[in-house]
């Protein structure tokens, strides 16, 4: 982003969202030797528990982009494992292969400036309040407008009222997947 768009690394935001997380995520012996040589400086990214391995992909992802410059406070780790909760995410590895559906992600590049000053409004719609209130908190300490919706009634009124530079949104929402 940086080489590229000549973006400001103060002003990349990252959020690592639902996956499986590290409570799910069992791996092989073979293979947790290959992360623990490929990152031999990043401390507790495999778990060993009741004999078995497990990978934790949140630290990894996010030390990572650390290491890339992004700073602590524009990281956002939801902690939300897929497998724990797949009555409202797919999950490959809790379904055996057995979904067909998948989860998406989008990057946007915002390049909305008034006179040198962020302008750009962003609405959050999740039916999780505590994601919504974490995405909200730290993107408006980082500059943003932000606004929000809880299902997707709600997320569809309001973008046909007001325009959004950037909409950030669950995948199943209620109220639009019914």
Not at 16 to 35: K, M, V
Not at 108 to 133: C, F, Y
Not at 138 to 149: D, T
Not at 150 to 172: K, P, T
């Amino acid at each position: 982003m940086n080489n590229r768009y000549g973006s400001n690394i103060d002003n990349i935001l990252v959020g690592i969202g639902p996956s499986i997380g590290p409570c799910c995520y069992e791996i092989g012996r073979d293979l947790a030797h290959q992360f623990t040589n490929k990152y031999e400086n990043y401390n507790h990214i495999i778990i060993e528990r009741d004999n078995k391995v497990y990978l934790d992909l949140w630290k990894v992802n996010y030390l990572q982009i650390r290491d890339k410059g992004v700073k602590d406070r524009n990281i956002i780790v939801t902690k939300i494992c897929t497998s724990c909760h797949n009555d409202k995410f797919y999950s490959y590895r809790k379904e055996k292969g057995g979904t067909k559906h998948r989860m998406i992600a989008a990057i946007g590049l915002i390049s909305n400036l008034e006179g040198g000053k962020m302008s750009t409004k962003i609405l959050v719609v999740d039916d999780e309040h505590s994601i919504v209130e974490l995405l909200k908190y730290n993107l408006e300490n980082s500059g943003y407008e932000v606004k929000e919706a809880y299902d997707g009634e709600e997320a569809l009124n309001m973008v046909s009222q007001e325009r959004f530079d950037l909409i950030i949104l669950d995948l199943m929402l209620p109220k639009l997947m019914e």
